[in-house]
């Protein structure tokens, strides 16, 4: 059974740089069956992609988040992290990694998510 | 991006009964749309993806349907664990986007 699992700082200070690693377990990163995404849910509001990684490194970002996001893997850890840097209060909230298989629309496996908050 | 827009917000059934939630996207997905079920404090759990595909493992009272612009789930014979939030995701165009949910209510 694979499993994602979210690890990071539960704060933030405003301006400084939300660092959250996925480890995936009962399964390998490496498969080229999927992609590999970072999806949060800010209090009260819907869910918001932030973006995705392949195995070869290839990457998609959502475009409002781009210019502050950086999305790695590292195989030989069967893990992928999220960078999101010049972080505000509007970056508050619950932040899950999932599972997206390539050939079908459809996140099949999803962390239980873990909570952000941007404050001093 | 693409708008996903679901309703009603929120639906009040009981045991027994179905239910069925709709899902509107701004432009035209074709079928690459899915499903999900999140219950508080879990993980969304994917019900049906490509619109009308029911991912292994979930019953069969769960149905999609639709392509193009409009998307429908239905719930048929509701039982206790189905209460809990439903919303929709489309795959089509970056970027992913999702339905603001409809929370199914006892």
């Known amino acids: 059974q694979v499993q994602l699992q979210e690890s990071g700082p539960g704060l933030v200070q405003p301006s400084q740089t939300l660092s959250l690693t996925c480890t995936v377990s009962g399964g390998s990163i490496s498969s080229g069956s999927y992609f590999w995404s970072w999806i949060r849910r800010p209090a009260g509001r819907g869910l918001e992609w932030i973006g995705r990684?392949?195995?070869?490194?290839?990457?998609n970002y959502n475009p409002s988040l781009r210019s502050r996001v950086t999305i790695s893997v590292d195989t030989s850890k069967n893990q992928f992290s999220l960078k999101l840097n010049s972080v505000t209060a509007a970056d508050t909230a619950i932040y899950y990694c999932?599972?997206?298989?390539?050939?079908?629309?459809?996140?099949?496996?999803w962390g239980q998510g873990t909570l952000v908050a941007v404050s001093s | 991006d693409i708008q996903m827009t679901q309703s009603p917000s929120s639906v009040s059934a009981s045991v027994g009964d179905g239910v069925t939630i709709t899902c509107r996207a701004s432009q035209y997905i074709s079928t690459w749309l899915a499903w999900y079920q999140q219950k508080p404090g879990k993980a969304p759990k994917l019900l049906i993806y490509?619109?009308?595909t029911l991912q292994g493992g979930v019953p069969s009272r769960f149905r999609g349907s639709g392509s193009g612009t409009d998307f429908t789930l239905t719930i048929s014979s509701l039982q206790p664990e189905d209460f809990a939030s439903y919303f929709c995701q489309q795959a089509h165009t970056f970027p992913i986007t999702f339905g603001q949910g409809t929370r199914l209510e006892i």
């Open positions: 490509e619109a009308s």
């Open positions: 990684i392949f195995i070869s490194g290839d990457t």
């Open positions: 999932a599972r997206e298989t390539v050939v079908a629309a459809g996140f099949d496996y």
